[in-house]
Structures are given as C-alpha cells and as structure tokens.
C-alpha cells in the first residue's frame, strides 16, 4: 500500500459511476423553499397566537387598576358572575355600585372571597380584607356595604383575649374600609371566646348599626350560647359604637331594626317604632301595622313598606302619621309580572322601593324599582346575581353592562398552550423528517 | 430565468460530479450518493441569493449535515448485516477499493464526514468545524477515533495512517 489516505479515498471516489443532475432542481428548490417558508409562516402564526392567548390570559387575570374615584356612577344594567381567577383591585377601589360574593381561587388556595364592582367604571376585582371572619363564623351577613357605596363593614377574625376560641376563627372585631382613601376604622371589643354576630346593616352613609353577643364557651364553632345581645350604633369617625338604646335615649332596643338614612324602625307587635337618629323629633309610636319583613321606612320618613310572609307579591305599605297613632293610607299593593320579592334592599326616591325579585322564569332574577303606590315594576338590572347593591347610588338610569375578564385556570392555559407548543414542534419534526 | 436560476444550473453542471464523489465517500452508495446531492441541490436553491458569490461551502455544508441527519433517521429502519455481500473482484485495486469502503463502513457518519473532508477535500479542521457545526476540538477528537478505528478495521492500512 504505497498511497496514503488521501489517494486511496480519490481513487475511491474516482470510481463512482458517472450521472447527470436531474433537470428540475432549481422548480424542486423553489418548490420547497415556498413550502418551507408557508410552513414557517403558519407556525409562527400558531406561536403568536398561542403568546397572544397566553398575553390576553395573563392580562385579564392582572389586577385591575384602581378606579376613577370622583363623582362618575354608572349604574350597570346586568351583573355577571365573575370568574374566581379575578385579581384583586391595585389600589383603593373607590365607590363600589355592587359587592357579590364569589368563590376565589389561587394557584394553592380555593375560598370564599367578595368581588367589587366600582362605580365609575364597573371594573370588577376582588377586595382584600385582611382578617376577615370566615363566612361560617357570622350568622348574619359577613360584608356589609354602604348605601354611598364608599364603605364596605365587615367582621374580622382574631385572638380571643382570655378563653378558648369559639371555633378555630372567631369573630373578635368589625373593621369599616374607607373604599376611596383606604381608612379603616376598627372596633376591638374584649372577648373571651369570640363575638356571636347577628346583625349588620347601615344608616345612611356614616353609621353602622349591628348586632353581636358573647359566646359563653369555646371549642366548636356549630352554635352554642350566646350572652349580651344587643344593638348597636357605630357613627363612623366620632366614638366608638354605644348600645343602640342608649343612643337612642330608651331603656331597650334589642329587636331587628331597618333604617334609611337616618331613620329606625324598630317592629313590634301591631305597632312600629320610628326614630331620628339625629336626635329630633322623638321616637313616633306606629299603631296598626305589621309585616313580617321588615318595615322599611323612605327616605324622608313618611311612608313605610314592608312583606307579609303569606304572601310574596305583596306590599304592605302606609303613611307615617305626625305624632304617635295609627298607620294612614294603610294598603296592600299587589306586585304584579313577577315571580317573588325576594328582599326589599332600599329606597329610589320617596315612593319606590329597590328590590330584588325573581321573575317569571325562575332561572332569571333582578333589581327592581317598585312603586309604592300602583306596584308597577322598572327593572334596574337585570341578570341579577347575589349581590349587595349600593342603593343610593341607583339615581341615574343604567347603562349597558360590560362584561368583566373572564380568566381560565392558568394552570389549563398552560398546560394547553404547552401542549399546543409540543403538537408544533412534533409536527415541524415530522415534516422535516418525512423530507429528509 | 428569475433569481440566479442561470447560475445555480451553472454551478450543479460545473460541479455536480464532484459533490457526488463526495457524496459518495459520506454515504458509500451510489444511489444515497445521488439522492443525497439532490436533496442538498434542492435546498441550497432556497439560499441561493445569499450564497450565489461562493456556493460551495455552503453546499458543502448541507451536504454532510444532510447526511448525518438522513443517518439519523434511517438507521433505525434499515438492518445492518454483519457480513458485506460478496463482491467479485474484476480489477485492480478493487481490492483495495473494496477494503477502504469496508473501512468507512464502521464509521459514525460525523466520523466519516471529517476523514472526507479533512482528507479528501482538504479542508482545514476550523472549515471542518464549520461544515460540520461542532468545535475544532470536536473535529481533532472525531478524527482521531475515526482513523483508530480505520486502523482496528483495515489493519493493512495501519502503517500509512500511523503519519496521518
């Protein structure tokens, strides 16, 4: 073997038979190059689409922004369920039209959550409220939202100060959420074992009446014995909250209460109790009336409303008399194109009433205005889900609803555009293969 | 004709006996030889406004790449047979012919890529890396298990290679 590499591998090359290039290559290549770059083409397309779900998903689970929170209402005519990967608001949310509570999920956890809807913009978002009471611990409602739509109440759990805990979150305290400026006032009574809450509702825009006890023991949380019942009246940024009797100057008022701005009604028996919380004139004695639910007194304190529990299409209603004596222009007003009143949630003006109703299709519910008077019925919004509707804002006529961010599970996002990526790549692999 | 067709035909007939023979050496058969070229052919037309100037290299390029791949993909399709054909031998230096052929068939294809075209296209190792798209050192690494390889299976062959 007298050559070296080099020539042996020329020599064997040499030997190749001779052929002719094919005479379409150039058409082959040209071919191939355009189907080359369509391919390309349609899976860059696939790939931006996929970042541009990605982007929109991850857009529409970000926290809203803050909203605008000067004098604007818009009042919108539906309400939707919001999705429970909705973020929560940025920043102070503002006046709230509607509060709806809403199943709230994280990557780790799924709880019970609140979602706001602004005033201003209708932007929905979850409302952090740090420590609040779980659902479970409040007999009564947990949120309470102001008819002005600037305060959101709520009972908050805590550390008892002495005893065993009733349950393993009790409720030791009611915090108010300044919703524009973020303030928040709080009440710490002492507890040995928790508070026992009952009731919580508001008159006017500045002050909470609500109801709470003392649990007698600890332990479980499934009921037990309550002590020290009573109402109470909380005037936002003055005092603390004093028992509503002596803020009231009587000897007691533990029964439910309603109120409007600044009147009270307290029910009796055939007779109703009518206060100015603004100290004048005295508490007016209310002969002849009755209602199971409620009665609800209108803004200027003339009239009261209120439900028969025989009778869900029914409205009790009559006029305030001057001093102590029997209810005037006492009627019952039939409701009529409806399915049931389901609660009276506050006052339109002087002679309507807001409420929420089911209607003929039992499926289907919403917020109505109901005239006192003839019963007739304006809808205010419709698809209305469970919600706390700030009613003192309703004055201006609704506006088209804009459905809030309907975010996925970002886990099955994900996971899909993670598959839909693997699907690309298998495919271009194939196609690349099947022409190598 | 539009987009440098006049050139790339000049360029495949000036060149195409060529690339086959070393086509031929990468893939040791005649018709992989062809379908190989073709198939490089084909797809540097795509490129071609960017490498019209000097086509080779990257023609070149392809070429080995193209068959490292095709390997690649049709190993697992195709059985290998211990024993080659019997070949009868009709000339001279068939025999040694024969031997070589033999001897590039123990080779992985990137091993065979860089004997090609370090010792019968005379590239450098920095060209054989670049064709290849590996690091020199890969290529000094690769070659020299390559001809110890050629040396284990063609020990006649030794004795020249021990200078290589």
Known sequence: MGSDLRDRLDDLARHTPPASPPPELWSRGVRRSRVSRATTGALVLVVLALLGIGVRTWHSTTAPQPADTGGTVRVPDRLFTPSPWLKSFTGDPGRLIAVIPAIRRTLRHTENGFVGVTASTNTYGFLDLPGVAPSDAVLSDLVSLSPDGRRLAYWVTGGTTRGTPHGAQPVTGLDVLDLVDGTVERWRPETTHGLAPSDLTWAGGDMLIFDCGQWVKGGGSDGGEAIGLGARLWRLGQDDPVPLAQATGRRTFGDLVTATGHWLVRPGSERVWLTDLDGSPPPRRIDSYHADVGPYVNPSGTRLVGLPTSDSLTLVTGTVPATNGDIGDYRLVRVENLREIYEIDGWLDDDHVVASVGLRNPRDAALVSIDVRSGAVDTLIRDFVTAQVATGLLGTPPVPAKAPPSPHDPRWVLGGALAALLLCGLALWGIRARRA | ?164
């Not at chain 2, 590239?123 to 890396?129: P, S």
């Not at chain 2, 070659?143 to 110890?148: H, I, K, N, Q, V």
């Open chain 2, 1 to 164: 004709m539009p987009d440098g067709r006049d050139d790339f035909e000049a360029f495949v007939a000036a060149r195409y006996a060529a690339l086959l023979r070393t086509a031929y050496l990468l893939t040791g058969h005649h018709q992989d030889a062809e379908d190989l070229l073709q198939q490089t052919l084909v797809k540097a037309v795509g490129a071609w406004r960017r490498i019209e100037g000097d086509p080779e290299p990257y023609v070149r390029t392809i070429l080995v790449r193209q068959n490292v791949s095709r390997w690649r993909h049709r190993r697992w399709r195709e059985l290998s047979a211990d024993v080659l054909p019997e070949v009868r031998v009709v000339a001279e230096g068939v025999e040694d012919r024969l031997a070589l052929h033999r001897a590039l068939g123990v080779l992985a294809p990137r091993q065979r890529a860089v004997i090609v075209l370090r010792y019968y296209e005379d590239l450098t190792e920095a060209e054989t890396a670049r064709a290849l798209g590996v690091a020199v050192g890969t290529v000094k690494s690769q070659a020299r298990d390559a001809l110890r390889r050629l040396r284990e299976a063609w020990p006649e062959l030794a004795e020249e290679l021990v200078s290589l």
